[in-house]
């Protein structure tokens, strides 16, 4: 079971601790309720830390390192600085979204990840009440900085395709 | 005739047409824009008798298979500045189109990413409160599945154009779409409704269903 969770967004990285009762259930009724309801989810997760990208230069080459499952300077630098201070770090497992972007975690920075069912649960829970949860962040800023780095990554793509032929979809 | 209220007046985005009327106040202007259903799925899933296409003013929506962004102009206009359109689309050609349309139109979000690898573009999405698919791939079911397991709100919706010669042009149709429904059921999607596209498509069919995460994967 996750001990931690990261949650990249696109105003940046943020590490929450995890508190879970043993032996719940991932699809239940009951958990998803309470992952709708913020006054319950709140116990379940509390934030750590949340560590901003400076420019929107330096969330693009955020986006596109999770995007190809590679560990950041940034991400690795917020990893250390939360979760390598306490001694017993091997009892940490930390809750990613995607299991290989999970394995170059363990890779680069020794942290066990877990990318379970539940550990999806609680990032849906994060997902959905984020602006709420990551303090700093005013009502649409997380939309904002959405808008900017969708339309900053698109471009990207364009840009760096070198066949710059459609790929035709049938 | 369908029409969205233009969030961009004065401006179409594909040379549709546009109609001018006058507003409540005096000297105010509504402007509308017509909606083709020849060209666009969804509209032809709202004129073929679809009751409820849950994409609303404030609604946040995620649209796989955007392509150019013309029926993506009007789930914008739909949903207004206060709902959010989180467009994807993988074809780099109709990416810059969709690009250049959102440009003008702050609520839509362009992602030019594959839709089967929503893992890569997770920092760009909230939580969303309908998925629509047009994405016309024979797993479409499965890309719809995996992204809404990670980006749509329990109870969520999804509304999905499915056409039956993308997925087996052997079978008849009325089997593609009962197993594509099977499919969604499955993995925790309630069936709610679905619709013919005729006369605007050819065995295209358009079905909805409602997402609840808490049922189990055998009911």
Request: net charge neutral; proline share 3%.
């Amino acid at each position: 079971m996750a001990t931690h969770a990261l949650f990249e967004s696109a105003s940046g990285y943020a590490v929450f601790e995890v508190k879970l009762a043993d032996g719940i259930a991932s699809k239940t009724q009951a958990l998803q309720e309470s992952i709708k309801d913020l006054s319950k989810f709140g116990k379940m997760v509390t934030l750590m830390s949340f560590s901003p990208f400076k420019s929107a230069a330096d969330a693009l080459e955020n986006i596109n390192d999770v995007s190809e499952n590679v560990v950041s300077e940034h991400l690795r630098n917020v990893l250390e600085l939360n979760l390598s201070k306490s001694s017993k770090k091997s009892s940490i497992k930390l809750a990613v979204h995607d299991s290989q972007f999970g394995s170059a975690i363990k890779a680069s920075l020794g942290i066990s990840c877990d990318a379970s069912d539940l550990s999806q649960e609680i990032l849906r829970g994060i997902r959905l009440h984020a602006t709420k949860l990551l303090k700093g962040l005013q009502g649409d800023d997380l939309n904002k900085a959405q808008l900017g780095l969708g339309h900053a990554y698109s471009r990207a793509k364009l840009k760096f395709n070198v066949n710059r032929i459609d790929n035709m979809i049938i | 005739m369908l029409v969205t209220k233009n969030l961009v007046p004065g401006e179409s985005v594909y040379g549709e047409k546009r109609i001018s009327i006058d507003g409540g106040v005096e000297g105010t202007k509504v402007e509308y824009r017509v909606w083709n259903p020849f060209r666009s799925k969804l509209a032809a899933g709202v004129l073929g008798g679809l009751d409820d296409i849950f994409i609303k003013p404030g609604a946040k929506v995620l649209y796989l298979g955007a392509a150019s962004g013309t029926s993506v102009s009007h789930v914008a206009d739909i949903v207004g500045p206060d709902g959010l359109v989180y467009a994807v689309e993988f074809s780099p050609r109709s990416g810059r189109d969709l690009i250049n349309m959102a440009k003008k139109r702050t609520n839509v979000i362009p992602i030019v990413e594959d839709a089967r690898l929503p893992a890569k573009y997770r920092m760009l999405l909230s939580t969303v409160d309908v998925i629509f698919a047009d994405v016309a791939q024979p797993d479409q079911a499965r890309i719809v599945i995996h992204n809404a397991e990670s980006f749509l709100k329990d109870g969520g919706h999804v509304v999905i154009s499915i056409k039956a010669s993308c997925i087996d042009s052997t079978m008849p149709p009325e089997t593609i779409f009962a197993n594509e429904v099977q499919t969604l059921m499955k993995s925790q999607f309630q069936p709610l409704e679905q619709v013919t596209l005729e006369p605007y498509e050819r065995d295209h069919a358009m079905v909805s269903a409602v997402y609840q995460r808490h049922k189990s994967k055998q009911n």
